[in-house]
């Protein structure tokens, strides 16, 4: 899978509603603990107000302690701390108990806390102590004046202390009073006494005193408390609907967003998107790594002349009922989605590949007539997927399997079935991936092998089947490879042809065909004319003509002594731009020549529109026994035809004498055929240039010598009255 679409299916994990639930818990949480810190600080701020001034008796106390320290005895100090009336004890530096005075409820545990309150004097400034804080053991329930017991926890207080309670008039009554008379049937006015032990150095031998003080606190105080604490309580529950209401809503548009990412617009069911990330995902995961499967590419091959008798809207319902119709085969964890167009991807389980074979075959059968009226056929590439094992043998997740890769090899393998309209099924196998490997690399040399040289030009003779003459010839590549050794034209043409470098091809082979012919000529050899084949990938360019112009006149070479071959198919696409550009490039004196004439079905009307020179006569003509009676009647009157229209014709691909005596006698000008000679070197055609050369010499004196030798018997009269004469 690429870069751009895990990063699609990651920002689709991230809105995941664990995701979500687990940020809208963090976000509760938080809120709590903010409030909590909030509730902390006020119940913070109550216990300092009403502590400051307890805490500064008990530090009085210890002032008394060390101002009469060695100057008492230590029953007369502690008499005049006893005068406070505060329970206390004093312990020594090990912790054990040296004097106590009333009742010692103090916890054991001790807690460090800070103390905020305002000193006394004329500037009075707030400040903060660490302190050493007790509980009172008996914290259980507060007690009343009229001996009732109420639950601290009802009244709300964080802090659980024990209680003591008097009856006070110093505090009047309020609102809050009211409530609290109506909710826990408490009297107004009452005041809440809650003890508290702080521990603080006295002395200089290293004593603690541990002094009980109390928190007095108006029942008033605890009803706009238990208010603020209840407002805090409804702001919580407010903001928890609120963003909880929200969490459901973005998990609503998450869903739908998804619902319409992974939804297929024709078939409403899924589409390839859902069926890479998804069918990825489980097939890397610890619940598939013990099944095998198989990748299914299944074309729908006439959709397209349906959809052109009906219309787009009906075939999309037809492909909504064939997606209907496969997902209702489908068993648990297999899947199906549709590609594009009329193709639709599969991932099967299998354990027997003859049963799968069975099962793709009998959903092709079902779907062949899923409107009940037509017969449909469907063609189904597979890729099968058996289980990853690691070194020792056991069996692993696939923990490098990529869905598009496994896709395309299904995709390649329905290929092969292109050919046909007819319903098929066919498996991938190594050979298809051993093709891909050689495109691949055939791909990765082109460019190197252009830039040095390693595509050579071979030569194939045409001969007048009347004289036997060398009459001209056609260029052929080759490549010959240092790594490849040689490879014939059928191995890397297709590949350039459909990768586009074919146009590369064709420029190098105009160019070293004029190269060649030039020195050839400057070495003496009489030239005759090559013909180099271009490409119909080149006939989309307006200046085709001038730059195999440009080309030619680079090397210096005659424009007669090249010809340009054009292959039929050329003439089934812009015939405008065609007969425009062979126009150009017979006035540039180049002649122009159609290859393969009759492996079409249009030929005769190319003929009729296109300015030609030269007609090369398809090879299959001449492939089908000696009694092809037939044949031999088209190819009679196809070069009678060239004949009328001022067009030399080429036989290529002949082999036998019978042939060769058969095309002489239909006034043939040209043969190329492995009869006369194979594509050679340019070496080798040299040799055969120079051999044309004495040949014709040789024909051209004996010719001559037969001419006198003519000439003397028709003046053999004169001769004898000449000699006569001249003895005389």
């Not at 309150?117 to 400034?125: H, I, L, P, V």
């Not at 032990?197 to 006295?202: G, Y």
């Not at 049963?355 to 037509?374: F, K, Y």
């Not at 020549?593 to 001449?622: C, I, Q, R």
Request: aromatic content about 10%; overall charge negative; some cysteine.
């Amino acid at each position: 899978m690429d870069k751009r679409r895990k990063k699609q299916f990651r920002a689709l994990k991230k809105g995941h509603p664990i995701v979500s639930i687990g940020m809208f818990v963090a976000l509760c949480v938080a809120l709590t603990l903010l409030v909590g810190t909030i509730a902390s600080l006020i119940i913070s701020y109550i216990i300092d107000s009403k502590l400051g001034s307890e805490y500064r008796d008990l530090q009085y106390m210890t002032r008394i302690y060390e101002t009469a320290e060695g100057e008492l005895e230590d029953d007369r100090i502690y008499e005049l701390l006893n005068v406070e009336g505060r329970d206390y004890f004093i312990t020594s530096k090990d912790g054990k108990i040296i004097y106590e005075y009333g009742r010692n409820t103090a916890e054991p545990q001790k807690v460090s806390a800070f103390l905020s309150y305002m000193t006394d004097g004329e500037n009075e400034a707030a400040e903060a102590e660490k302190v050493i804080i007790r509980f009172d053991s008996e914290r259980h329930l507060l007690s009343t004046d009229d001996e009732g017991y109420i639950d601290i926890d009802e009244l709300g207080l964080i802090m659980q202390f024990p209680e003591i309670v008097e009856s006070s008039n110093e505090i009047g009554t309020t609102g809050n009073d009211n409530f609290l008379t109506r909710i826990f049937d408490i009297e107004p006015g009452t005041v809440a006494k809650i003890p508290i032990w702080f521990e603080l150095p006295i002395g200089n031998e290293g004593n603690v005193l541990c002094g009980k003080t109390f928190i007095k606190v108006n029942m008033s105080d605890f009803a706009w408390i238990s208010a603020l604490f209840l407002s805090l309580f409804v702001l919580v529950m407010v903001m928890f609907v609120i963003i909880f209401v929200n969490l459901i809503k973005g998990l609503v548009r998450k869903r739908n967003a998804a619902k319409i990412f992974f939804t297929d617009i024709s078939t409403r069911g899924r589409n390839w998107m859902w069926f890479l990330l998804h069918g990825e995902q489980y097939m890397k995961s610890t619940f598939a790594k013990k099944d095998t499967f198989a990748i299914v590419n299944l074309v729908f091959v006439n959709y397209r002349n349906y959809c052109v008798c009906h219309s787009l809207a009906a075939g999309d319902d037809l492909l909504k009922e064939i997606d209907k119709r496969i997902n209702a085969k489908l068993n648990r964890n297999e899947i199906c989605a549709r590609v594009t167009g009329a193709e639709f991807a599969l991932l099967l389980k299998f354990h027997d590949k003859r049963a799968l074979e069975a099962r793709i075959r009998e959903i092709i059968e079902e779907l062949s007539s899923v409107d009940g009226e037509h017969i449909f056929h469907f063609q189904a590439g597979v890729e099968l997927i058996g289980v990853a094992r690691n070194a020792n043998g056991k069996v692993t997740k696939r923990r490098y399997f990529d869905m598009e890769v496994a896709y395309n090899n299904a995709c390649t393998t329905r290929a092969t079935l292109a050919g046909t309209e007819e319903s098929g099924l066919a498996f991938f196998d190594e050979r298809m991936v051993e093709e891909q490997r050689w495109v691949d690399r055939v791909q990765e040399n082109q460019r190197h092998a252009v830039e040095n040289e390693e595509f050579k030009v071979f030569y194939q003779p045409k001969y007048d089947p009347q004289t036997d003459e060398l009459k001209g010839a056609e260029a052929l590549i080759r490549w010959i490879s240092p790594e490849f050794g040689l490879v014939p034209p059928g191995k890397f043409i297709p590949i350039f042809e459909k990768n586009g470098f074919i146009t590369e091809i064709d420029h190098y082979m105009v160019t070293h065909v004029a190269r060649d012919q030039k020195r050839w000529i400057d070495s003496g050899f009489e030239c005759v004319p090559v013909s180099v084949n271009i490409s119909r990938a080149h006939f989309i360019e307006n200046d085709l003509a001038e730059q195999i112009r440009d080309m030619v006149d680079a090397e210096g070479t005659p424009h007669e002594l090249i010809e340009l071959e054009l292959t039929e198919s050329a003439f089934f696409d812009d015939k405008k731009a065609l007969v425009s550009t062979i126009k150009k490039l017979r006035s540039y004196g180049f002649m122009v020549s159609m290859d393969d004439f009759g492996s079409g079905y249009s030929s005769l009307n190319s003929l009729k529109d296109m300015p030609l020179d030269v007609l090369k006569l398809d090879a299959e003509f001449f492939r089908g026994g000696n009694n092809n009676t037939r044949g031999e009647i088209v190819v009679s009157e196809a070069i009678r035809l060239a004949k009328c229209l001022n067009m030399r014709t080429v036989a290529e691909g002949v082999e036998v004498k019978e042939q060769v005596d058969f095309l002489a006698g239909q006034g043939c000008d040209m043969i190329q055929g492995y009869y006369y000679a194979k594509p050679m070197p340019g070496n080798e055609y040299e040799e055969r240039m120079k051999q044309n050369e004495i040949e014709k010499k040789r024909i051209t004196e004996k010719v001559e010598s037969a001419e006198f030798a003519t000439f003397i018997g028709d003046n053999a009269d004169v001769t004898a009255i000449t000699e006569a004469g001249t003895a005389g």
